[in-house]
């Protein structure tokens, strides 16, 4: 164990390696300067040569390629970079607000062994020194890092010692080192690491000029590797003389560095990644035409409506007419979106061929695809079993995407040691898992969903060792869960052993100090202790200063380090479990992040959390795109991300600020009583809505343009945008465009032009005070272009220009991200509020989308045919109510805020306006339908109707109204693919919901404006049922909450006024059947909507809870004041007042 301090800053580390690396010659030589004789001839000239002519125009650039020859090798990469990398990946790095950054270096991370190479803790030799009984550095296999050609093991500290005070000796051979290279400055205990003196080159300065070189990919190497087959391929050339590739005229004379590429290169087909699908015209046709018609229908209704009043009942009518109008109004906004309503289907083929197959720029076939980073959030484990998040892992490592191109980030919100340890067993267990599901291609790659597939799991599968291989695995995997479920007591009981262990050392330090004097009881705050018998730095058990859930330092473990670029496929081993000879076994970045939290700050919840990520991860491995997923929804297609990234790198793509996916869920009742799969929303809205300028966000399973998250303006974006009355009215000018827009419309704008450089020097007001974050920028929003294979492809990237290898990680750079998960770092910036996830709002998902739309950004929606991803969603009652509480709450947070699609910009469409305009109003709805479930009833008990009478014209109204709305539900399931029992499950719970939850998000928005009260939830427990054996216990689970009283309410008026109504007809002398058929129709009407409400208050069949005892007592006493109100005492005939019954 070591702990070294760091300011939380860049360092000289970085600083030594780029010098370092500066003497190595990062291209292959060239010649810049040449001038072309009489004779045709070129010849190059010195610098010196070149003083006394640089004013001729005789002077042309161009570039001589040397191949590679024994005394012309590149260099791989310094001993001391990747020592510096295992180093890095086996600390803590824990840090934060007025606290030195500390890299504690972890010999053992969870109790059983690391067997991995890239896991952090990794098992490995020990140092050769006497009395150090550190860890040798390993490489990508695991093999000993050894600087000395006599193969003496030395660890990192005892090299650097060796370097630094042993005059550069091998204490093994006596003889100097050959490479010494590995900086002292960043390890040296206690000395901070300081930022890079201004004339320095940096990494990422580095970046940008590479980045800036590959506009000419055709001439410069992407690796500092030349490759001459590749160049042989492109010029046709041979060896010799006069073999350069000559630029096209003027090419670099005026700073284009344009190549003159081979004919058979332009003229090969383009093909799209992408196409659209049309709904066929034989069912949207009807559909238009049938939404128009009812518009018609409604208009004429409620004109009929208002011209035809109830004297009788002026009050009923009042009431009926209000809520129909506002429902009329509310089934637009809802409709008017579904009007363009697309499907869309990829290539993955071509995406192949593009990106991973060879061409003259990537001769190798080495993947050209961008980067991904994949957020994984949690906050609880107690909530958030640590199993479920550990599976969601293990899905995304196995994921069929680029090694080197995926990294994964865990935000533990709650810097709970249980989760911390659960990630490195899922780490650990991946070195399995992950060559297992490459081998034999499974699917899904999620273990737990895997070994419980229904189907048979041998199907397809034509490798013979693929029973044993699979039966291994299951028995590895089973471990590995009980290992999980263990960790909360293991942890536990190691942490009472180290506190006793510390409380008798401070019993024996007190018996030293006193010897006659009686001896008083010690008390030691009870910290939780990591497994290598150190304080763990984020919450313990027993919460204490500066260690609970919302006051603790930040922490950042790389988990599994950076793969190495090249495969790494696996031998033959008779020690290991199973063979992965021919497979490669490298595994993704894994990094555990616990942002800091400090009292006194607003941590902003999930959005804060998601913030911070983007920041580190920038930092780390800044991915171009950013994949959101809940630690309960896993990868269930390992192709899903690149089905994304087909709409990502298509003509067009650099305009999508994100691609999201459906939500699909396992778990669900059979009957799915409460519409869990929402599968109305999934499949009919989101697809209408991709026919406009995309879907809404929902907050998970969607893939973003990191440069989207930034708040930048998407590329061509014009000022004057044409809306509805675009046509009407002259084009505005440019300037006064801008100078009109208001402030929070006027995002920060990126050129549009590969000569158009973004302006960095107002960057750190609006993203902080990291250089290296800011820097981080125009990189990612290169990597992010598509591929400019086409002429017709606009802002796009070099072929071949991401074939570059990963930075390796140095400690100045993962202290950096401690700096940037720091509580004060979004201080006096724009994170959260025209940066990253925008906050104040508890549907912060949705608002970060509109921000998108709003500035002009268009999304896509990817439906996938095996579905992409895969999540829970709670069955119980309760639960579901409190998860559609906070949606509503959300919702009523956006429409009093400033937010209200009402006040977007021209940019956005007028129907994706009204789709937002939706989003925000729909709650309101609830008002007018608990007020309209109670009019049949109302109804019945006065005897009187919404109409003066059931005449001809408003049954006919009422049966073309009602058989539109069911055609138009036809055709919707024609066009969606959904079944019509999802569609009526749907109408039933937003009644349910309408009814409940929305009315209490009217009354808590509200008050959070009114009063300023702000709403907190907590999250939903992902289990809860007793009934260990029945896969559903918890949609029997009968839990009250006051959100239940205004349904069974309406329930229990309802089932009076139907008893109440047909006593009243029966008995009366000339029976008003009529008027009893209106009321009892819309009665049963709401009760057929409530059934599924109803029918969840019973609870398990078998099991009658006590609410059923309730029931049978108000309902006995119901019955009972009813006889005596049909028969009633004699000398009286009339009960409660204005109640008259015969």
């Not at 990094?591 to 983007?614: I, P, T």
């Not at 298509?650 to 929402?678: K, M, T, W």
Request: hydrophobic share 40%; glycine share 8%.
């Amino acid at each position: 164990m070591a702990s070294k301090s760091f300011k939380g800053t860049r360092s000289n580390l970085s600083v030594s390696s780029d010098a370092a690396e500066s003497h190595k010659p990062p291209f292959p030589p060239t010649v810049t300067f040449g001038r072309r004789t009489s004779s045709g001839r070129y010849i190059s000239y010195s610098r010196d040569d070149l003083d006394s002519e640089l004013g001729s125009s005789d002077f042309m650039n161009y570039t001589v390629h040397i191949p590679p020859t024994p005394d012309n090798q590149p260099m791989d990469p310094s001993i001391s970079q990747k020592v510096e990398e295992q180093y890095v990946s086996n600390s803590l790095f824990t840090g934060g607000f007025n606290s030195v950054t500390r890299a504690h270096l972890m010999d053992k991370v969870i109790e059983s062994e690391a067997s991995h190479p890239q896991m952090a803790g990794a098992k490995g030799s020990s140092c050769a020194i006497p009395g150090c009984d550190a860890k040798v550095m390993s490489d990508e296999r695991g093999v000993d890092i050894l600087p000395c050609e006599c193969d003496f093991k030395i660890c990192r500290d005892c090299y650097i010692d060796a370097v630094k005070s042993g005059g550069g000796i091998c204490p093994g051979c006596k003889e100097p080192y050959k490479n010494t290279e590995l900086d002292e400055v960043a390890v040296d205990s206690g000395r901070p690491l300081p930022l890079p003196p201004p004339g320095t080159m940096s990494k990422m300065e580095r970046r940008l000029s590479l980045m800036k070189s590959t506009k000419s990919v055709l001439m410069r190497s992407q690796t500092g590797d030349f490759d001459h087959n590749r160049w042989l391929f492109e010029t046709r050339g041979t060896y010799g003389y006069g073999n350069a590739i000559w630029p096209n005229d003027g090419g670099f004379g005026n700073g284009n560095d344009e190549v003159g590429e081979p004919k058979e290169l332009m003229n090969k087909p383009w093909r799209p990644l992408t196409r659209k699908l049309k709904i066929p015209a034989a069912i949207i046709s009807p559909y238009r035409l049938l939404i128009l018609i009812r518009i018609v229908i409604l208009a004429l209704f409620l004109d009929w409506r208002v011209r035809n009043p109830n004297n009788d009942a002026i009050w009923l009518w009042g009431m009926s007419v209000v809520c129909e109008i506002w429902f009329a109004f509310s089934w637009l906004l809802d409709q008017l979106p579904k009007l363009c309503p697309i499907n869309r289907a990829t290539d993955l083929n071509v995406l192949k061929d593009k990106f991973e197959g060879p061409s003259p720029s990537n001769p190798t076939g080495k993947s050209d695809l961008p980067g991904i980073d994949v957020f994984v959030s949690t906050a609880d484990p107690e909530k958030e079993p640590p199993l479920v998040t550990a599976n969601t892992i293990l899905s995304i490592l196995a994921a069929d995407y680029p090694v080197e191109k995926l990294s994964c980030y865990v935000s533990d919100d709650g810097g709970a040691l249980l989760t911390f340890e659960a990630m490195a067993e899922a780490a650990s267990f991946a070195n399995i898992w992950v060559p297992f599901c490459r081998k034999h291609d499974i699917e899904p790659r999620n273990p737990e969903s895997y070994f419980n597939l229904k189907r048979d799991p041998f199907k397809n599968k034509v490798k013979p060792d693929f029973v044993k291989d699979r039966r291994r695995v299951k028995r590895e995997y089973d471990e590995f869960k009980v290992r999980i479920n263990s960790l909360p007591d293991s942890i536990r009981r190691r942490s009472d052993a180290y506190h006793a262990r510390e409380e008798i050392k401070a019993m024996k330090l007190q018996k030293q100090h006193k010897d006659n004097e009686p001896v008083e009881s010690v008390k030691i705050p009870k910290a939780t202790w990591m497994a290598d018998g150190t304080h763990w730095p984020g919450t313990w058990l027993n919460p204490a200063p500066e260690h609970s859930r919302g006051d603790h330092a930040g922490v950042i473990q790389v988990m599994l380090k950076p793969p190495s670029d090249e495969p790494l496929l696996g031998t033959a081993d008779d020690t290991k479990i199973m063979d992965f000879t021919d497979v490669d076994i490298r595994l993704p970045l894994l990094v555990y992040v616990s942002r800091e939290k400090r009292s006194g700050y607003d941590h902003n919840k999930k959005a804060g959390a998601m913030n911070a990520l983007v920041r580190a991860s920038a930092i780390m491995s800044n991915g171009p795109f950013i994949l959101n997923l809940d630690c309960d929804h896993y990868i269930y297609n390992s192709q899903a991300m690149k089905e994304g990234m087909c709409f990502m790198m298509d003509r067009g793509g650099d305009r999508l600020c994100y691609v999201q996916f459906p939500q699909r869920f396992e778990g669900i009742d059979p009957s799915d009583r409460y519409a869990n799969h929402n599968t109305v929303f999934f499949d009919v809205n989101m697809r209408a809505l991709d026919g406009l300028m995309g879907p809404v966000y929902v907050g998970t399973g969607c893939l973003f343009r990191r440069i989207a998250l930034y708040g930048f303006d998407p590329p061509r974006a014009k000022e004057n945008h044409p809306g509805c009355c675009s046509c009407c009215f002259a084009r505005r000018k440019k300037h006064s465009s801008i100078a009109n827009t208001p402030e929070e419309n006027r995002a920060l704008r990126m050129g549009d032009y590969d000569d158009e450089e973004m302006n960095l020097s107002l960057l750190p007001k609006k993203f902080g005070n990291s250089t290296f974050l800011i820097d981080s920028i125009p990189v990612a929003e290169f990597q992010g272009r598509p591929l400019a294979d086409h002429p017709a492809v606009k802002n796009g990237r070099p072929p071949g220009a991401l074939t570059i290898p990963r930075e390796l990680l140095d400690a100045s750079t993962v202290a950096e991200a401690i700096s940037v998960i720091s509580c004060w770092y979004e201080d006096k910036t724009e994170w959260g509020n025209r940066v990253g996830w925008i906050y104040g709002s508890v549907t912060e998902d949705v608002v970060t989308g509109y921000r998108m739309h709003n500035r002009g950004w268009k999304s896509v929606y990817c439906v996938t045919k095996r579905d992409a991803f895969r999540g829970t969603a709670p069955i119980n009652l309760t639960d579901r109510l409190h998860q559609v509480l906070r949606w509503a709450t959300g919702s009523v947070e956006i429409f009093f805020s400033r937010n209200n699609a009402l006040v977007a910009s021209p940019r956005m469409q007028f129907l994706q306006r009204i789709a937002y305009l939706n989003v925000g109003i729909y709650p309101f709805t609830s008002i007018f339908l608990i007020v309209y479930c109670f009019l049949p009833a109302l109804s019945l008990f006065s005897g009187q109707f919404i109409v003066q009478t059931l005449n001809v014209t408003f049954l006919a109204y009422l049966l073309i109204i009602t058989l539109t709305l069911c055609l138009l539900a036809v055709l919707e399931i024609k066009w969606s693919g959904i079944e019509l029992e999802e569609w009526w499950r749907n109408e039933q719970f937003w009644l349910i919901g309408g009814t409940s939850a929305h009315l209490a998000a009217v009354l808590q928005g509200l008050l959070k404006v009114i009063a300023g009260i702000e709403i907190s939830f907590t999250l939903t427990s992902k289990s809860g049922g007793d009934d260990v054996d029945d896969e559903f216990a918890d949609l029997y689970v009968v839990k009250w909450t006051s959100l239940m009283i205004p349904p069974i309410t309406i329930m229990m008026v309802n089932l009076i006024a139907i008893a109440v109504g047909f006593s009243r007809t029966i008995y009366s002398v000339i029976p008003q059947w009529s008027r009893l058929l209106g009321g009892v129709f819309f009665s049963f009407w709401v009760l057929a909507h409530l059934y599924p409400f109803a029918k969840g208050l019973m609870g398990r069949r078998g099991r009658t809870p006590t609410i059923v005892f309730v029931w049978s007592g108000l309902l006995a006493i119901t019955i009972s004041l009813l006889w005596v109100a049909i028969n009633p005492p004699a000398g009286t005939n009339q009960i409660g007042g204005s109640f008259q019954f015969p």
